[in-house]
């Protein structure tokens, strides 16, 4: 507020108390407010606490006022009297209204209203106490301001045996109208004129009708100013409104109230803001337009051919050749290639089901997940690296499905073992195609995680129909079946071959496993792979001696695998530093260094990456991390940004779905002189892509 609208807030009050004390105002309606103490007990006993309730009943057409009453107005005080002894809390104010008085806007109530507070007795306390308090209060219509004052009291007996609260429906109503406390993480700043508050809140911006800020810092924002309301970044919402101020005080203190969609009541919370540096808030992403402007129709198109591309990545190349070998099976079998491509395909169409169920759930709970969020959970990802190892044993000849194992169910699996292997191979692709986002995919997936779920769970289903889609239209043609190789001698050697990539896929999973949980989860899992490969072995001989045997070494292997601690596990910094392919001179991300350096004009590139994203690895070691890629960054001064989503990471899941991503890998390019706005880059990256995008940029 400028000096002449302070001036004129001053003149205005002064000129209603002038009026109050007047001759004439006696002859005027008064507010006549009233004024009584209650207690939420009838007895106390010595040192125990006590809730006590002031009320006011504030006459039909006159307001009282806030702790912080606005542009002009006074607070309620309160003087305790003959209290020696007695520890007082403060008083406890309801959530406020905010109304406008002549250009003049305060914070306040305009109907009757109750204070709380809570006051604790001397342990030494005889007899009665009694609490006795004076109070002076300021009440207001739209023509005069009358300052009023009471005294109110109540006398409590003291027993020597504590009291019970007894159930009080007025102390239960005073309490729902006080905002609840929060330990949202909040900070505030000065930004061109304006105050920006910005919270950490559970609240998704789609749930919220509206909300507002009652600051209860004097002096720091244009009460009579409009507060603009935004979500800068999902689960943070800022408040935005003309300052006062030149600068913001250490802590801003106020009440944050939301109104959600429908029919729900209005929520308040007691809200506290430090002061940060402006580079500390949040700012904006350039969201892709692709991923917001799209209708359902488009992304589910882009979800079928992100879907039959990912066929082509490198993550899915282990299951589908288990898929090949299938096919190459039944080539002369029309019926049969038919009943399992339609197998192959539910089994990927049911694994889509239950992960995209799984996400939109734990999202709609509050969680920040993407794509590929099982293999952030490094129990997860054991359990798939044993998964890898059996079927590779298989493969090789160790064991086999049938024979011993299917005399545990009659026959049942022996006479049905294509069919149960085409659904399974389709679950376990869909498993391992996860870490990869194909291009189109990645606009799909953010524009699904935003939609009501029937429409989620068709763009989920419609990516996982485009990633069984060549198998299944292959299934159904025999001249493309023809043309395959005639089964005969050599699959046998073939498939012992295709054990191989599935041994190295573990390799892979568990690296993975080693930067996330560190060198002890690796030998858990070890020792699970060796008991689980002698529990297959002992099956194989028959008997129950030998069924018992290997269902305890399934046992003791599966308990070893628990104490992975899938939460919290944290790798050593030398194990996780260890393999890890990054440049040299790569800083990790964080959303404030990259506001310093944007605003510096300092070029940057990002990449979001993971350690079980292989499209993000095979990226690292055959682009970013060449030795001409990193001297040309380093001759022309780019700073390098590393956001490592090995494990889950709230902030970096954020800051992909605001660039319309569900997952990884990202690559951004932020040029001199373009603000926020960096160039997208494709997932594919190439040493000469890297060298010509940076070769314009400053040294």
Known sequence: MTFDRSLGALAACSIALLLAFMGPAQAMDTPDTGLSLYAAQSSAAPGETVALAFEFTVKPGWHLYWKNPGDTGLAPTLIWNGTEGVDVAPLQFPTPSSFSFAGFTNYGYLKSFTLLTEAVLPANAKDNVTLSADLEWLACDDKICVPEGGSAAVTLPVDSAPQQHPADRYFAQARALLPMDADWVGGAAIDDGDVRLQYQVPFAEADIDGAVFYTETPSLVDYEAPQSVSWPAPGIVEIRVKAQADVVPETVLGVLQFTPKGDAPSQAFNVEAQSVALDALVEPAAVSKLALDISLSTAVFFALVGGLLLNLMPCV??????????????????????????????????????????????????????????????????????VMFVIGLNLIGAFEFSGRFANLGQGWLERRSGAAQSFATGVLATVVATPCTAPLMASALSFALNQPPLASMAIFMALGFGLALPFLLLSYSARLRAALPRPGAWMDSFKQLLAFPMFATMLWLLWVLSNQAGSEAIVLTLCAALLTGFALWVFQRGGPAATATGIAALIIGAVGLKQIDYADAQGSAETQAAGRMEPAFAETFSEARLAELVRADTPVFVYFTADWCITCKANERLALNTSDVQAAFKASGIKVLKADWTRRDAKIARVLETFGRAGVPLYLYYKPGAGANPQELPQILRPSMLIDLVKDAPA
């Open 317 to 386: 190349f282990p299951v589908l050749s288990l898929k090949a070998l299938s096919l190459a099976q039944s080539s002369s079998k029309t019926a049969h290639a038919k009943r399992d491509g339609w197998l192959y395909t539910a089994g990927i169409l049911s694994a889509f089901a239950v992960l995209a169920g799984v996400l939109l759930l734990l999202r709609a709970a509050g969680s920040q997940l993407g794509w590929g969020f099982q293999l952030q959970s490094p129990l997860v990802v054991a359990i798939l690296a044993l």
